[in-house]
């Protein structure tokens, strides 16, 4: 049956010639989208860097650590209150987020697994991949900070609905690697079945998981939309997770980016760095896991 | 493959405990989906009453005469969205080709890290570069949009795609080597029949990241109100940038035209999930079929 | 320097809001979410009595919120601001759902949406006024003038030539080249788009044709930017355009910028000092609400318009209520003397006065 379409797509007849300048030609084109692949990113790296590390690193570590100055137009550091508010925001959605994406993967994959109820579960975890960000924010607004006020909090609930489904889909195809022998064998020795999955299964699959997870943390450190509606606008540090208006810096650098004065766009430049450093770094980490669970097997 | 035990038996108390654990949380996804069906559904009345079926085939969206009609909008979104995907996947078929089919060992690696890279840009500098940098050699427009969007999906049609083609039997490969075929051909020949269908869920779930992105489109699309036209470089809108634009000095009906141009995005969204999803179960079950 | 190390160590303890309370430096400030009502007043890190206000709106007024609240906070230890901006419209919102302690609006609540707003009545203070400035990119013609039928014409593209004779008869003698005009407006709802289509409306006599609100129907052949920022950028970038920009961010991207005719007849620069004379010719109703649009008076600038503070009447948190009078009180008074600095006009006096006595009803 495969051979099919193999005789019709290989035309022997043809010069020879002619079918290796086609092949020429198909790797030339796969080569120039790699570049092409490249090029926005070089483009955007040289943007970002040549424009934020100016600011970033001025007096360094001040951009780091001073609070965000209150009036906008004037220039200086800093992003501090507004890194603090990334990390707690991103950080309390990944507390929320990551358990309960990896119970939820063990249901689908080690209880569900081809039940009705599982099937939807699956479908509707992809379908919430798909719900649009700014639909989250609002989501979030009308159900949580309508009631509670502005919050890291309420800005971590609508990354965490954005993060969950995203774990609940690496942590499964993770599960899926795990060879059955280890689940049997874990059986065979009397266990049960929360502790094969707890003690055998997902230390087998964690580092994967790990990694999948760091990828959602990164993507979700960069959303502006839905922190918008929920986290409020505070130029100073505040630690509080639930507790007052928090900033973060995708709002940063959007609300600096729409600004006439050129300080404020400066410091949107130096924010864009930052934050890209932080998910860089992030990535970074999560490649590390992987790689060194590819050089365990 | 066949597991030797009844793995889904019930055991103990904690047993128990923990696999309701798990159910709950798999729940939670359920839950949190109804509620956002729910709540912005309710709030999206105001002005479905008050619009009626004009709501979606008005093309005319005027809060000061409070006429909301969201085809416009749609036709942004799709638009975009599809301008987006012609960049985009010539592209990324190009890169996950190269690295799965052309590329030396010792660059597979390197490259597949440059394409995650990519994916986390967070989308927020794509537009600050979008409109700093972009916007102002090509205007803002559906184009400038469809050009930013491209680049964010990329790496996500790109590893996918990679995935799929990944899964292509060797000996399909190496029938296609045997009859003398170029490794052009061999991809023609066996790769691309083979990945079809996975390629094609790969692309809807592009499509379905490129529709609902907000800020970076907000930024470099142009803002015009009820604007359907085929000008790649006329401006125009898509539903999350309206809602993104509009939300700051919207009163009530306003907001709740804007909450129902979300509604009307979700259901967008989880019509192309559907398809997407179907498609490459489809693919799948082929895929098996023939192995077996 | 103290704030250094602790935010240090609060970058290095992560889930810094949990981890203090543990610590019990910081008594219920995670247990408890901000009720409803109010948000609560909050101790920070360095003990009792700090009380946070939250508040959002208007982005006409937020340069003057920047500056008096650096001001004043540096002044009051125990309190801090955090104005967010985001549109008159969700600041309007935002108060009516008890999400912020106090909102800054360019134009009124409608009865409809005060109805339902949760803390009762609200009192407006004004807190400034403010030039629209007309401003363009036009090589050779330095001071461009413009009649209020004429710029409705422009906006609306009826006139899209800059030697058109409307244009030509309001600049006698100007060298006005034969050049298409690009009219740029705003991307985003905001007050200024709502402001300067309500002066077109009212002024031009009837050459204004696309209404007035805080979204317009713009014809498609015009360009959007974002932001006051962003209309400055497409107007700086292009040859032959002309957009509608607040005066600071105006000066701020040294766009030129027309004289407008007012009401008297004359052509006048949108200043600081115009937009105060404006002030002098507006009829202020007992509620303290007003427009500057289109004043009377032979200095009036005419595209003058106004931005308030909204806050409910009573606040059941008497230290947010004190608070929160005391920056009111500040906005009125020694704020208002930076204003001309930042391109807006202080309040007349016979307003300042009045919004002086209005403090007296607000609780606390």
């Known amino acids: 049956m495969s051979l099919a379409p193999v005789t019709s797509a290989i035309d022997l007849a043809a010069k020879p010639s002619w079918r290796s300048v086609k092949n020429s030609i198909a790797s030339g084109l796969m080569a120039a989208a790699v570049l092409a692949v490249a090029t926005p990113l070089v483009l955007v790296l040289a943007s970002v860097i040549a424009k934020g590390a100016g600011v970033a690193f001025h007096d360094f570590p001040d951009f780091f650590t001073e609070t965000v100055p209150i009036v906008s137009r004037r220039a200086g550091p800093g992003m501090g209150p507004a890194i603090l508010g990334t990390l707690l925001v991103t950080g309390v959605a990944t507390l929320i987020a990551v358990p309960l994406g990896i119970l939820g993967a063990i249901y689908l994959h080690e209880y569900g697994a081809r039940q009705r109820f599982a099937r939807i579960v699956r479908f509707m975890a992809m379908v919430m991949t798909g719900v649009p960000s700014v639909v989250m924010g609002l989501f979030v607004y009308v159900t949580w900070t309508l009631t509670f006020g502005y919050s890291a909090f309420g800005g971590a609930l609508a990354l965490a609905c954005l993060m969950l489904p995203v774990v609940i889909g690496t942590t499964e195809q993770m599960l899926k690697l795990v060879p059955d022998h280890l689940r049997e064998a874990s059986f065979a020795l009397g266990a049960g079945k929360a502790r094969t999955i707890l003690s055998i299964v997902v230390p087998a699959a964690l580092p994967g998981i790990v990694s999948g997870a760091l990828l959602a943390v990164a993507r979700a450190a960069g959303e502006t939309a839905p922190l918008m509606f929920a986290v409020g606008a505070a130029t100073a540090y505040n630690g509080h997770v639930f507790g007052g208006a928090n900033t973060a810096l995708s709002v940063q650098i959007f609300g600096n980016a729409t600004s006439s004065f050129a300080a404020a766009q400066d410091r949107a430049w130096g924010a864009a760095l930052t934050l890209l450093m932080l998910t860089f770094l992030v990535t970074l980490v999560a490649r590390i896991v992987t790689a060194r669970v590819q050089s365990k097997r | 493959m066949a597991r030797a035990l009844d793995l889904r038996g019930r055991g103990d108390g904690a047993d128990r405990a923990f696999r309701g654990l798990a159910v709950g949380a798999a729940t939670v996804v359920l839950v949190v989906l109804g509620l956002i069906a729910a709540t912005m559904t309710r709030r999206a009345l105001p002005v479905l009453e008050h619009m009626g079926p004009g709501f979606f085939t008005s093309t005319r969206w005027s809060p000061a005469d409070e006429e909301f009609g969201a085809l416009p909008f749609v036709w942004g979104t799709l638009y975009t969205a599809a301008i987006a995907i012609v960049i985009a996947v010539p592209v990324s078929l190009g890169v996950a080709l190269f690295i799965t089919q052309l590329a030396p060992q010792r660059l597979k690696r390197p490259l597949v890290y440059l394409v995650d890279l990519l994916a986390v840009v967070p989308s927020v500098v794509f537009g600050l570069w979008g409109i700093l940098v972009l916007s102002p050699h090509l205007g803002r427009s559906f184009l400038t949009a469809g050009i930013i969007l491209a680049i964010m999906i990329i790496p996500i049609i790109t590893s996918l795609s990679r995935e799929v083609i990944e899964t292509t039997p060797q000996p399909e490969k190496e029938a296609a080597y045997g009859l003398g075929a170029t490794r052009w051909e061999m991809i023609l020949a066996s790769v691309w029949p083979h990945s079809k269908g996975g390629l094609v869920g790969a692309v809807m779930l592009g499509l379905g990241r490129a529709m609902g992105e907000t800020i970076a489109a907000a930024l470099v699309i142009g803002s015009a109100l009820g604007q359907i036209t085929v000008d790649p470089l006329a401006p125009g809108n898509s539903m999350p940038a309206v809602i993104a634009n509009e939300w700051g000095e919207a009163d009530e009906l306003h907001k709740s035209a804007l909450i129902a141009l979300a509604v009307l995005l979700f259901i967008i969204t989880i019509i192309v999930n559907l398809v997407a999803s179907s498609i490459v179960r489809r693919s799948m079950a082929r895929t098996a079929g023939r192995r077996t | ?364």
């Open chain 3, 1 to 364: 320097m103290t704030q250094k190390m602790s935010v240090l160590l609060c970058l290095a303890l992560a889930a810094c809001g949990s981890k203090k309370d543990a610590a019990g430096t910081d008594p219920g400030s995670s247990a408890t979410p901000a009720t409803p009502g109010s948000a609560t007043p909050r101790a920070g890190g360095g003990g009792g009595g700090n009380v946070d206000l939250d508040a959002s709106g208007s982005t006409f007024q937020k340069t003057y919120q920047e500056s008096a609240i650096e001001a004043f906070t540096k002044a009051h230890n125990g309190i801090k601001i955090n104005y967010g901006g985001g549109g008159s419209g969700k600041g309007r919102q935002d108060l009516s759902d008890l999400v912020v302690d106090f909102a800054g609006t360019d134009s009124l609540f409608k009865d409809a949406d005060l109805a339902k707003a949760k803390g009762g009545a609200v009192l407006y203070f004004p807190v400034l006024l403010g030039p629209i400035t007309l401003a363009y990119n036009l090589d050779g013609v330095d001071k461009l003038q413009l009649s209020p039928a004429t710029a409705a014409k422009i906006f609306d593209r009826e006139i899209k030539r800059w030697n058109d004779p409307a244009i030509a008869a309001d600049n006698p003698g100007a060298k006005l080249p034969d050049a298409d005009i690009v009219v740029a407006h705003r991307a985003d709802g905001s007050g200024t788009t709502d402001n300067f289509t309500k002066y077109l409306d009212k002024a031009s006599g009837g050459a204004w044709k696309l209404k007035s609100g805080s979204t317009v129907e713009w014809p498609a052949d015009t360009q959007a930017g974002q932001g006051n920022a962003g209309v400055a950028q497409i107007v700086k970038s292009t040859k032959g355009a002309i957009g509608y920009v607040d005066l600071s961010d105006a000066k701020a991207s040294a766009l030129h910028y027309a004289n407008v005719k007012n009401q008297a007849g004359k052509f006048i620069e949108p200043t600081a000092a115009s937009a105060s004379a404006a002030g002098d010719g507006i009829d202020v109703k007992d509620d303290l609400t007003f427009s500057a649009l289109d004043a009377k008076g032979d200095a009036a600038y005419p595209i003058t318009y106004q931005s308030w503070v909204v806050v409910y009447a009573k606040t059941n948190k008497a230290e947010h209520a004190a608070a929160l009078k005391q920056y009111l009180q500040y906005l009125l008074t020694d704020g208002q003397k930076m204003l001309p600095e930042l391109d807006f006009a202080p309040l007349p006096k016979s307003l300042q006065d009045k919004a002086i006595a209005q403090l007296g009803k607000l609780a606390g």
